[in-house]
């Protein structure tokens, strides 16, 4: 059977806030490339089960497997050296210095250790091979050179991805890559995630439904924490609760 093995589960996940249940038994399956979108009006725990799924805290309930073990606790740094990478909203940019430069420090800070052992010629050749692709891959070449701080706010997104993308992660998770840019940004940056989507499992925080439907192949819909309803877009789109819930907002 060719059916694969998911790349990343969560397995009821809960997390409470005092006596607020903020996450309520969550369950979702990443595949090991696609993209799958999670959805859900203001409130409904979308950033708050994300967290959980990255480390920043530990959930009350519920198993995360990945990379064949149970890492729900784990803190962010070590799921990152699993290959677990996420994109904020809060940006991670060194505006003063290039579009290069910031590449090639989040490729140099992914294996720090190596580095500090060994300043070998080949690691400097590989750090800037990495560097040089990532450029490409993220179609900024054009602006290598321009200091951060003056790229346009979709430039800035780009290659705030670009940044997550250093780890060479097998899991990327992106909160509202789309908010706030151009339609224009907002074609480019989908245009990429759909890219990244073909070599990884990519998982979006989406505030806007109709949105998600033009890229998304799975989507998770999420209400006062609990999963209000899952499936193709399709599916999703037909539910009656789902369009009660958007409706009401
Ligand atoms: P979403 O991302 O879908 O808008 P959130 O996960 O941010 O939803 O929030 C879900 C609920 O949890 C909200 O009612 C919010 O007020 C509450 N919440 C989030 N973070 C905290 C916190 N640190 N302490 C208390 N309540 C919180």
Do not use: C, W
């Not at 809060?90 to 300043?119: C, P, Y």
């Not at 800037?128 to 951060?148: I, Q």
């Amino acid at each position: 059977k060719l059916r694969s093995e998911p790349a990343m589960e969560a397995r009821e996940i809960s997390k409470r806030f005092g006596g607020f249940i903020a996450v309520d038994r969550v369950s979702l399956r990443l595949p090991p490339r696609g993209i799958h979108a999670l959805i859900g009006p203001n409130g409904a725990g979308k950033t708050t089960f994300f967290n959980v799924m990255t480390g920043l805290f530990p959930p009350d309930g519920g198993a995360i497997l990945y990379a064949g073990g149970n890492v729900a606790g784990f803190p962010p740094e070590r799921l990152a050296g699993l290959g677990l990478a996420r994109s904020f909203q809060i940006t991670n940019i060194f505006k003063t210095i290039s579009v290069r430069e910031n590449l090639r420090l989040a490729v140099q800070a992914r294996d720090r250790r190596r580095f500090h052992l060994l300043e070998r010629a080949d690691s400097l050749a590989e750090v800037n091979g990495d560097t040089d692709e990532l450029v490409k891959f993220l179609g900024l070449e054009g602006l290598a050179a321009v200091r951060a701080g003056s790229l346009s706010y979709g430039g800035q997104r780009l290659l705030e991805i670009g940044l997550a993308l250093a780890v060479r992660p097998r899991v990327l998770m992106l909160d509202e890559p789309l908010v706030g840019l151009a339609p224009a940004e907002r074609e480019r940056i989908v245009g990429l995630i759909k890219r990244l989507s073909e070599h990884m499992s990519v998982l979006v925080i989406e505030h806007d439904i109709d949105r998600v439907f033009a890229f998304a192949e799975d989507i998770t819909v999420m209400h006062n924490g609990a999963v209000l309803a899952a499936g193709k877009p399709a599916e999703v789109r037909a539910h009656p609760q789902v369009q009660s819930v958007y409706l009401g907002t």
